[in-house]
């Protein structure tokens, strides 16, 4: 089985600029996750889909971050315009769970994409 | 407050002996889910174990078990016989729900352990 895909590996951009995040899910999982990993901290989730409809994106900055998912399948996010903070490692990730299931499942993390903002 | 708390922000373990991560979980669910996950240096996110909050018995997983104390609301990750590989951070995970009496639920993650082994 394929795992997540996660694209670019690596990216470095001045402040103010745009960049964008794609991640391709593995086949099958109805959930899809971007989470925001600052140096030395746990994850932070940014947003959640459950096929292409967002369950939750309370911790988005809506001012500057989106997030879509066409199709239930791949899903890129963007952010526009840059800031310093958010230099971090972009994981997505994706799992079977599906809300309202009695089965749980982990979640399979992509790479990761590093962001650097200077 | 949904929250996942991880007190031991760096261990060092001697090779071959058994470690406890310490994990602390606050949430107001009656069901719910736990997750530890490794973070090796070279960033990927593997998963190690799980427990329901209805499962009974504690979960075990190769060297990987979880010490699930439900009252206490604790949920350490036990590695036995610890090797070098096992030099990574360390993440306790909890499935919470959004909303009260909402079946949408998110994945909250602790800051970390970072578990260095001596050789």
């Known amino acids: 089985e394929a795992g997540v895909a996660q694209s670019p590996r690596y990216k470095i951009i001045e402040k103010r600029q745009s960049v964008a995040f794609w991640c391709n899910p593995i086949?099958?999982?109805?959930?899809l996750y971007w989470y925001q990993q600052i140096l030395g901290q746990g994850p932070k989730l940014l947003i959640q889909?459950?096929?292409?409809?967002?369950?939750?994106d309370s911790q988005l900055p809506k001012d500057r971050f989106s997030a879509e998912r066409l199709k239930g399948v791949d899903s890129t996010l963007k952010i526009q315009p840059a800031k310093l903070e958010d230099s971090a490692v972009y994981l997505c990730?994706?799992?079977?769970?599906?809300?309202?299931?009695?089965?749980?499942?982990?979640?399979?993390f992509g790479n990761g994409t590093r962001l650097t903002v200077t | 407050a949904q929250k996942i708390t991880q007190t031991q922000p760096g261990m060092f373990v001697q090779e071959k002996e058994a470690v406890t991560l310490d994990c602390t979980y606050d949430t107001s669910d009656q069901s719910y889910g736990l997750f530890w996950y490794k973070q090796p240096s070279s960033g990927e996110m593997i998963f190690l174990i799980y427990?329901?909050?209805?499962?009974?018995q504690n979960a075990t997983e190769g060297r990987y078990s979880l010490n699930f104390q439900k009252a206490r609301k604790s949920a350490n990750l036990v590695i036995s016989a610890s090797q070098l590989g096992d030099s990574a951070m360390y993440f306790c995970?909890?499935?919470?729900?959004?909303?009260?009496?909402?079946?949408?639920?998110?994945?909250?993650f602790g800051s970390g352990t970072r578990l260095s082994i001596r050789p």
């Open positions: 889909f459950q096929n292409n409809g967002v369950v939750d």
């Open positions: 427990q329901g909050s209805y499962d009974e």
């Open positions: 990730a994706s799992s079977l769970f599906r809300t309202g299931s009695k089965e749980d499942s982990p979640l399979h």
């Open positions: 086949s099958g999982h109805a959930t």
């Open positions: 995970a909890m499935r919470a729900t959004l909303l009260p009496y909402s079946s949408a639920s998110k994945i909250i």
